[in-house]
């Protein structure tokens, strides 16, 4: 089976493994910045464009904070991901697929694999979005944490 294992626990249990242990999360912010360049036309044989799921794939890596200090060779490499992605659906050579996981997998696509990376993607909430949801009766985290204190109690 391709991959890595399971995705790691966010607290490790092996005493002989420290130096993982203490490994804190990275968090980053969600912006709408828009990080590296657009896919560039004229690039595919025959004069193609790109698939509609290709192109927005491609946008949202663009706006995956993790890329924004990203240097043009790992552009490259994702430029290259995409040329595969579009094969993949626009000719159906699904064998493409498993490296295209694997591919999108360095670069923190999926939750599991930021998990691995130890890497936390938080979107910001502004002053209206909390008011608005304490109003409505949604509650934080730490709210949770109290009502399970009060039922287990």
């Known amino acids: 089976m391709a991959g890595q294992g399971?995705?790691?626990?966010p607290v490790?249990?092996?005493r002989n493994d420290t130096a993982r242990r203490d490994a804190e999360m990275t968090t980053l912010e969600t912006s709408d910045e828009l990080y590296g360049y657009p896919l560039p036309e004229g690039c595919l044989p025959g004069n193609?464009?790109?698939?509609p799921r290709t192109a927005a794939l491609w946008e949202s890596l663009r706006r995956l904070p993790l890329l924004a200090n990203e240097p043009t060779l790992g552009w490259e490499f994702l430029l290259d991901t995409m040329l595969m992605h579009h094969t993949?659906?626009?000719?159906?050579?699904?064998?493409?697929?498993?490296?295209v996981r694997l591919r999108l997998a360095k670069y923190g696509a999926t939750p599991e694999d930021r998990m691995r990376l130890k890497i936390k993607i938080t979107t910001p909430v502004d002053e209206?979005?909390?008011?608005?949801?304490?109003q409505?009766?949604?509650?934080?985290v730490s709210d949770i944490a109290s009502r399970r204190?009060?039922?287990?109690s």
């Open 6 to 9: 399971r995705a790691p626990k």
């Open 48 to 51: 193609e464009t790109w698939h």
């Open 136 to 140: 409505n009766g949604q509650s934080s």
């Open 88 to 99: 993949m659906w626009t000719k159906g050579r699904w064998e493409f697929a498993s490296e």
């Open 149 to 152: 204190a009060r039922l287990t």
């Open 12 to 14: 490790r249990s092996r």
């Open 128 to 134: 209206t979005q909390k008011t608005t949801q304490q």
